[in-house]
């Protein structure tokens, strides 16, 4: 009896130690005037989407809907309390007018990315920076998203669409017939050839080719759902100072090495020869010697298009841009492929999907383009054409609006501030250190900003009605200065692969495709529960 007892009572110690570590927060909104979400040890507020019963967008509508009257209301990520602020009016004070209190992105991955010595790749990336080594990266890393910059990237990309626009033809001419596709994986692979040689100077053809080691690293680098993924990250939500002490890295070590080989080995080709070539690569080995210089955008008849996020004018403008390491400019490469490998993807699929349903719009659009075709006399698309074609802008709006990249964003309060009472609403003060989130998904789909949010419609964004949208209610790349710096790069590439598409193709539904669309379940990317099926009929 003595013997379990010895056994017994330092377990139930144990538990009852964990449990007040798990639930040490759960008061914390007890305070505030605000409404908060029921709260579950370990899980917090998030048991339905950790569990798998919802997709990660439809988890942020929910919550975002629970509370229509409330400017903000509270709930737990697992242990992490946030602060979630749905009114449009106080999104845009705090992240653009009152943003030297919110400077950073919350810790979600406790790290220690202003310590040069971190030798963590996950930590030398822009969008994990923080307080003033974020400012500098962002001041020398902005003259490489620029306008003038994507015009000179833009025939890169025209040579990936081409390439695969000519593989699907020739497919069509061999079968006889056209072919279903899963068209997520048609769109990896393009994402994958652009990425590759936009941002690591190298030609791959992942379409003829897809055993090729860029393709293989990039479908694994961007699966966060892989098992020791996952608990690396549920790690840092447990335990984020012993992961960050144990430096311990959201990228494999594997694909550390194959993307700084890479990187490498084209920087010494391109030194060695006298190479120069528009790409990522170049810009950033100028901005590794500190020559890469902002400079004002020129004011130009063709304005880009509505999504893209404004690039405010860099702090430290003026002065000399901070040098970059190689392991610094290897991890803007790597964080750059991240993103645009499946976000850019996702995008182009639901894009293509909604036109496959809604056949009326996908005629429009059409004859839009091959309306620019033939001014373009039968000449290669240009940077200035895509940006005059204003249908298929609203197409792309409308896409990003309806299914935005990131259905929620987030900030961490870095100084102590307080959002005033207005009308019947309370005014509370957010403590230092808080984390405030944004629900995208969930302003997205209001109804009060976008009527019938449910449907597809892009004249919500024509001309005449761009203009009554409210800047803090549509946010597919972010607001203020830390929103996303690679938007212009994603709208150009996904408009020029739909522009070749539709011009030699049509998007036809099959008895696959998803009617009506069923999202993936739990903490994932934005995607389809079983994939997205169509067909690709050759134009005459």
């Known amino acids: 009896m003595e013997l379990n007892l010895l056994y017994v009572i330092p377990l139930v110690s144990a538990l009852v130690a964990l449990y007040v570590y798990l639930t040490r927060n759960n008061g914390f909104f007890r305070s505030y005037a605000i409404p908060c979400l029921p709260v579950k040890p370990l899980f917090g507020s998030s048991r339905s989407l950790m569990l798998k019963r919802v997709s990660f ?15 903000v209301f509270g709930m737990f990520e697992m242990l992490t309390p946030l602060f979630v602020v749905r009114d449009p009016e106080l999104i845009k004070r705090i992240t653009v007018k009152d943003f030297d209190h919110f400077v950073n992105h919350r810790p979600m991955f406790h790290t220690d990315a202003n310590n040069p010595a971190s030798t963590v790749m996950f930590h030398k990336t822009l969008f994990v920076m923080t307080d003033q080594r974020w400012r500098d990266m962002r001041t020398t890393l902005s003259p490489t998203f620029t306008g003038s910059k994507m015009r000179q990237m833009f025939e890169l990309i025209v040579e990936c669409s081409t390439n695969m626009v000519e593989h699907y033809r020739q497919q069509q001419v061999t079968d006889g017939v056209a072919r279903e596709y899963e068209i997520k994986d048609v769109f990896v692979r393009f994402t994958n050839d652009v990425i590759a040689t936009c941002a690591f100077g190298i030609r791959v053809d992942s379409f003829r080719d897809d055993r090729n080691e860029f393709f293989r690293y990039g479908k694994e680098i961007t699966n966060f759902s892989r098992p020791h993924v996952f608990l690396k990250m549920m790690g840092y939500q447990v335990f984020p100072y012993l992961m960050a002490r144990l430096q311990v890295d959201l990228f494999d070590r594997k694909h550390v090495a194959f993307f700084t080989d890479v990187f490498r080995q084209s920087v010494t080709a391109r030194e060695r020869h006298g190479i120069v070539r528009p790409d990522m690569v170049h810009l950033l080995m100028q901005a590794g010697k500190g020559t890469l210089r902002y400079q004002p955008e020129p004011e130009r008849e063709e304005p880009e298009g509505f999504a893209t996020a404004r690039e405010s004018t860099p702090t430290g403008h003026g002065k000399a841009p901070a040098t970059l390491t190689e392991l610094e400019m290897v991890a803007q490469c790597l964080i ?14 639901f894009l293509v999907y909604e036109l496959a349903i809604a056949p009326d719009l996908q005629d429009r659009l059409y004859e839009e383009i091959l309306g620019t075709h033939d001014a373009l006399g039968g000449q290669a698309l240009t940077y200035d054409a895509l940006q005059r074609m204003r249908y298929m802008d609203m197409v792309v709006s409308e896409t990003l609006r309806k299914w935005p990249p990131s259905p929620a964003t987030d900030r961490v309060c870095t100084r102590e501030y307080t959002l005033p009472a207005e009308g019947d609403q309370p005014g ?6 808080a984390n405030v989130s944004i629900p995208v998904a969930g302003l997205h789909h209001d109804p009060r900003y976008y009527p019938d949010p449910d449907r597809f419609d892009p004249e919500r964004f024509s001309e005449e009605n761009r203009s009554g949208i409210h800047p803090g209610a549509y946010l597919p790349f972010g607001i203020g200065p830390r929103n996303c710096i690679g938007s212009r790069f994603a709208l150009m590439e996904v408009k020029a692969i739909v522009y070749q598409l539709l011009l030699s193709f049509r998007f036809e539904r099959t008895d696959r495709t998803p009617v009506p669309m069923r999202l993936a379940k739990g903490f994932t990317t934005l995607k389809a529960e079983s994939g997205v099926y169509l067909k690709l009929v050759a134009r005459k």
Do not use: L, S, W
């Open 57 to 71: 967008q439809d988890f942020v509508r929910r919550n975002y809907e629970r509370f229509p009257g409330a400017r």
């Open 428 to 433: 509370i003060t957010i403590p230092k250190g």
């Open 336 to 349: 750059f492929f991240v993103a645009g490998f499946d976000t850019i993807a996702t995008a182009m699929t």
